[in-house]
């Protein structure tokens, strides 16, 4: 992770150990005020963040990897919030949740 004045910039490896190629129907980006991974416990006034930079994949094959690369706008976050990602499988039912805390987020390198 990388932020500048205006975005911070995520790079992470999307692994499918699953013999079953994972098909994505969704990225959704929030700024939350409290993190939790219960998806269900989403605040309606936490903020949904369209990335500026995206990687375009349609799914994963199985026993593989692909990395991403994305930016999100910067948001003010308090010291119990952060990003949360969640990625819903496309007719499936996983839907893998990656949070990334605000000291992570205070404490990543400028460029």
Known sequence: MRIDDNYCYLMFNLKNDSPIAFKIDYF?????DKVSNDESKIDKEDEDIKPIIFNDIESVQPKSSVRLLY?????GIGQKGGYKVIIKEKKGNRKPILIIKSKIISNAKQI
Do not use: G, M, S, T
Not at 28 to 32: E, M, N
């Open 71 to 75: 930016a999100i706008p910067l948001y």
């Open 28 to 32: 959704r980006f929030q700024a939350v």
